[in-house]
């Protein structure tokens, strides 16, 4: 390999995404300097230096016709921050474009993605788990959406967090639904009933994303889960398994500490990696698995392995792909959004100035009515937002459709086998399979809890990030080790489920 690569990639390559980055943070360090700029107005507009100096020179150099006084307040309180929220839109479409480098699919497989929606209905824990769907949008690990079934509740929307990643599965968004409760119960049974094998209505809103935490920048990564709460960091480690395989990144060494019940549960861990994706292997990943099982004291002798059952749904007419209410590129289109309309409610203001109130009031604001002023603009401010935003969401949703239609033209025989039976399959060499380091990599430990200030400890990296997720018992413990000051290495990282 010559000195002009690094890791398969040439300078030539590089430089492009080295130039972006930098104009990005010049973008950013210049929006802030705006509002920086804006803040100070502000500060300065009550004292007799704005009121006897500045005010006076600005007001009669911005005077017009047009819109008289209101334009000069317009461009000092309203235009900063309109100026600022439309450049970010843009910043914030390139940034997530930067993140987002996985390699698209074509068209067909595409399509074969959006024509079967397996539902993993009876897990080994009991979990209806894993749902299918065909966007074009990305999303942060962690991020959550809203379910809803009107099989099951007509009116219910619960949070799931997504296990997928948007990158290493770029066609497929996956969440577990553990069977607790009774809205869970009843999904259960709508999924089991034979009835329901053919079609199953559900609308999702989101995902909705956390705030990005960045866990490239840690030495050593320690993920302390307590049952059910080890689904947000499976987005975590997936992602993880696609920086460092397919995008040849370095990444952080993971220690994963998973507390459960029962031995069943640690089935669980086998959702850690994705049955459908194109990494075959992960060993660039380390990762370190340390589970414990409270309520047994030792191995189960005799514990027969629980195969999921899996129901592919065929395509309905009803069927669209999720997708951002404005599409893909849904920042640049909020930014045209606010553009069009603030330019829009300028126009009709201007025109509404000209014509109507200033011959009869001069722009001495005392003849024409305040009150009906201020009504005339706030309806044209409603007028323009609504005809701003309507037309591109009927753009994007004449275009869901079209995909829709492609997705329900495409006539394929329904699968008769699960994937996850292939994991059952003793004639696969396991050897070759992920799946074998994953086992490798997993230390169980029976009838014992964590000794979590031990381990976290002991961990001898200099920069270390720390997240909990579980029993708020768990997550105390863990946040109180960390700020305990016995250990300077150890950095928590807050984040929150509940809803």
């Excluded at 002009?4 to 980055?21: A, K, M, Q, W, Y």
């Excluded at 705006?34 to 704005?50: E, K, Q, R």
């Excluded at 060499?429 to 000794?451: C, F, I, Q």
Aim: glycine share 6%.
């Amino acid at each position: 390999m010559s000195r002009n690569t690094v890791n398969g990639i040439s300078h030539s390559e590089l430089l492009p995404h080295d130039f972006r980055e930098m104009i990005l943070k010049v973008l950013k360090m210049f929006l802030g300097l705006v509002f920086a700029g804006w803040i100070f107005l502000w500060i300065i507009v009550p004292t007799s230096t704005w009121k006897y100096h500045w005010s006076p020179k600005l007001y009669s150099n911005t005077y017009s016709t047009y819109f008289g006084r209101q334009g000069t307040n317009i461009l000092i309180y309203a235009f900063p921050i309109l100026f600022i929220t439309v450049v970010g839109c843009i910043y914030l479409h390139f940034r997530q474009k930067k993140h987002y480098t996985g390699s698209r699919s074509g068209i067909l497989s595409s399509l074969i993605a959006g024509w079967k929606r397996p539902v993993l209905v009876q897990g080994p824990l009991g979990v209806v788990s894993g749902i299918e769907f065909t966007f074009g949008f990305s999303y942060n690990p962690m991020s959550t959406i809203f379910i809803n079934i009107p099989s099951v509740s007509k009116l219910q929307w619960h949070p799931f967090t997504v296990t997928s990643s948007s990158n290493l599965e770029p066609e497929r968004l996956s969440v577990i639904i553990k069977k607790e409760g009774s809205w869970t119960q009843k999904l259960h049974a709508v999924l089991s009933s034979p009835i329901a094998n053919d079609h199953i209505s559900v609308s999702v809103e989101g995902p909705y994303s956390p705030i990005s935490m960045n866990i490239l920048r840690y030495e050593s990564l320690v993920m302390v889960s307590g049952g059910s709460g080890i689904t947000p960091f499976i987005s975590i480690i997936r992602e993880l398994i696609y920086q460092s395989n397919i995008m040849n990144t370095s990444t952080p060494e993971i220690l994963l500490v998973c507390v459960f019940r029962n031995s069943l549960d640690l089935t669980v861990l086998d959702l850690l990696l994705p049955i459908c994706s194109n990494v075959s292997d992960f060993s660039n990943l380390k990762l370190r698995i340390e589970a414990y099982v409270t309520k047994e004291k030792e191995k189960p002798t005799n514990h027969e392995q629980r195969v999921i059952r899996t129901i592919c749904f065929k395509p309905h007419p009803s069927d669209v792909p999720i997708s951002p209410v404005l599409g893909s590129n849904s920042w640049l289109y909020l930014a045209v959004i606010i553009s069009a309309s603030f330019v829009a409610f300028l126009v009709l203001t201007g025109i509404l100035q000209r014509y109507y109130i200033y011959p009869k009031d001069k722009n001495t604001f005392k003849i024409y009515s305040w009150s009906k002023r201020t009504l005339l603009h706030l309806l044209f401010m409603s007028f323009c937002i609504v005809v701003a935003a309507t037309i591109p969401f009927f753009i994007n949703k004449r275009s869901n459709s079209k995909a829709g239609k492609q997705i329900n033209n495409l006539d394929l025989p329904t699968p008769t086998v699960s994937p996850s039976s292939w994991l059952h399959n003793s004639e696969i060499e396991m050897e070759s399979l992920p799946w074998n380091s994953l086992s490798k990599a997993t230390n169980v430990h029976y009838g014992k809890r964590p000794d979590l200030k031990k381990i976290l400890l002991e961990i001898n990296q200099m920069n270390v990030g720390v997240v909990a997720s579980g029993p708020s018992g768990l997550r105390h413990e863990v946040a109180a080790i960390c700020s305990s000051g016995l250990a300077d290495n150890l950095h928590y990282e807050s984040i929150s489920f509940s809803w």
